[in-house]
């Protein structure tokens, strides 16, 4: 859980990790939102091979007031989708009740070794925070071979 | 001859004139950021040397607060998982 100033705090690391890469996006806000809740979303193109667009990692989340003036984090959406190699990796937390019922877990992950052709709909998945998703992200950034989707456990 | 997108400390060493266990401090103290590949194992975007050496780097400030809104809508889009049985009974 954390405070309004702590989320700040943490959506400006992620920033300046992102941009420190020579990641380009505007600098993102954290949003209150209409239902008392908070959250951002951005989208950070990386340098390199722009054909035939840039490699992009998009981030989202959501976080929902818990108690004494602190919030949870409810939803995420990170997402790494390098369009130079045609593949995407992805980390999600959304419709929580949905999966949880149908398969036990609150998260679940997206692997396309080829864009949109995915293997799975929906990989098991472990809870991450932003930073270990960029860091996910960026250990297969630029880097050709397999993303290993594979190795994964496919939930359908 | 195309420029390399990720260094190694070794190909920074030799770019600023110092010892790769210096780069390796640099990296640790994060002066110059890496990519952590494992334990032993760094790479660093050429993007994030010109900074350095511009010394253009960011450093982390409080994000600012954006302006009321709807609250943002995640997984929009995205298929909802089917159970093991609904999707054999599909696939027949």
Known sequence: ?156 | MQKKPFLTPADIALELDISTSTVLRKIHAQEIPAIVVSERIYRIPAASFELYKAGRLKRAQPAPLGRPRPRHRIGEGESKPVAAGVAALRRA
């Open chain 1, 1 to 156: 859980m954390a405070t309004i100033p702590e989320l700040r705090g943490y959506l400006g690391d992620l920033s300046a990790i992102l941009w420190n890469f020579g990641a380009v996006f505007p600098t993102p806000t954290l949003d209150p939102y209409d239902d008392g809740s908070y959250g951002f979303e951005f989208s950070a193109l990386l340098p390199g091979s722009a054909a035939p667009k840039p490699a992009m990692i998009k981030m989202m989340e959501t976080w929902e007031p818990a108690r004494a003036g602190r919030y949870a984090q409810v939803e995420y959406e990170y997402d790494f989708v390098e369009y130079p190699l045609d593949r995407r990796r992805a980390f999600h937390r959304h419709d929580e009740e949905d999966f949880l019922r149908e398969f036990g877990v609150a998260v679940h992950e997206h692997c396309e070794e080829v864009l949109k052709k995915p293997a799975c709909d929906h990989y098991m998945g472990l809870p991450i925070d932003g930073y270990g998703a960029i860091q996910r992200f960026t250990i297969l950034w630029g880097q050709p071979g397999p993303l290993g989707c594979s190795a994964l456990r496919c939930m359908q």
